[in-house]
């Protein structure tokens, strides 16, 4: 079966956004006037747990609050979470805007050759779409988002990723099996989640997942302009074609 599409995780993939995010969620803390610091060591920790509300949640729930810390929030715990997550979200939205982030090397080349040559773009991931608007807009110009037929995000799904379910939305909308569609990644979560969809799956590390256990990926690299001399080909596209055909 030949390449027909290929879905995209964001954070980490496309760009290297962690530490955007983590910036944004240190200044949505010190605007509500909690104690908070997440450092890159903790970050790290952290990223084991998808979804930025779902991340604060964990850092409470594994003590990673005080007592004075959690009254000063509201007594509805989850509004609570919500309110810190939209102010994070508005923070990362001005880094963005600020030129913080790009596109990884090689990817923006990997959008113009599958767009020249009829293959289909999505997005499969658990960041929230005004997150991903931003990084496309800041990278890729007014028209950034409008590279991507289809963008499965954020809440959109019950069970975010290592759960399969984003992906299974963004096959659903393609309207494609797996078997024609090539998921890249660059965390554990993601690679379990595209794999759980089906998916082949190439895995090019971030800065923050380096170390993580890649196994059942069909290929793993540290960057994407690897691709072409991983796999003996003229062009990144040629290259994935190649890699999806040999699966």
Not at 87 to 109: N, V, W
Not at 139 to 166: H, M, N, T, Y
């Amino acid at each position: 079966m030949s390449l027909e599409a290929i879905i995209f995780d964001v954070d980490g993939t496309l760009s290297e956004t962690e530490e955007v995010h983590r910036a944004a969620f240190n200044r949505a803390f010190r605007d509500a006037n909690l104690s908070w610091h997440w450092d890159q060591a903790l970050y790290v920790r952290l990223l084991s747990v998808t979804g930025g509300k779902e991340r604060i949640r964990h850092f409470i729930d594994t003590g990673g609050i005080d007592p004075a810390a959690l009254r000063s929030l509201d007594e509805d715990l989850n509004w609570a979470i919500a309110t810190l997550h939209s102010s994070k979200t508005a923070h990362y939205g001005r880094l963005t805007a600020q030129g913080a982030l790009q596109l990884r090397p090689g990817f923006e080349t990997l959008l113009d050759e599958a767009r020249a040559n009829g293959v289909r773009l999505a997005i499969a991931t658990t960041t929230s779409l005004p997150n991903i608007e931003a990084l496309l807009h800041s990278a890729l110009g007014p028209q950034g988002a409008g590279c991507f037929e289809v963008i499965a995000a954020g809440d959109s799904v019950a069970r975010k990723k290592p759960a399969p379910d984003i992906y299974l939305s963004a096959l659903e909308q393609l309207g494609l099996s797996p078997g024609v569609c090539l998921a890249l990644e660059d965390s554990n979560n993601g690679l379990r989640a595209a794999l759980g969809a089906g998916l082949a799956t190439l895995v090019v590390r971030s800065a923050y997942t380096r170390e993580q256990d890649f196994h059942g990926a069909a290929l793993v690299l540290d960057e994407l302009e690897q691709a072409p001399r991983a796999l003996g080909t003229a062009s990144i596209l040629a290259a994935l074609r190649e890699l999806h055909r040999s699966q």
